[in-house]
């Protein structure tokens, strides 16, 4: 079942998040399931909205060593998630 995320880190800025990517891309392909990825800044902080094909998926792409890597350098951010009945544009129903 595919979930949504949504991510907030605070204090995070657009350069911040910005040099963030810069390392997870140039990771090359990581763990497959990602749909969608959008983030940006609010009051206090960086918010990203995922999508993945399912909860595992997700969890491998946060427990892999290269986004720990990028965690140990950002502050502690609040994850909340939940399933989706559809995704619409992404092949899933």
Partial sequence: M???MM?????????????A??????GGPQVGGALVHAAGLFDGGCRVIEVWESQE???AFYGSALFGQIASQ???PKITSWPLWVVAGAGLK
Avoid: K, R, S
């Fill in 74 to 76: 950002m502050p502690q």
């Fill in 2 to 4: 595919a979930i949504a």
């Fill in 7 to 19: 991510v907030e880190i605070p204090g995070m800025t657009q350069e911040q998040y910005e040099a």
């Fill in 21 to 26: 990517a810069a390392i997870i891309n140039q």
């Fill in 57 to 59: 998926q997700a969890d």
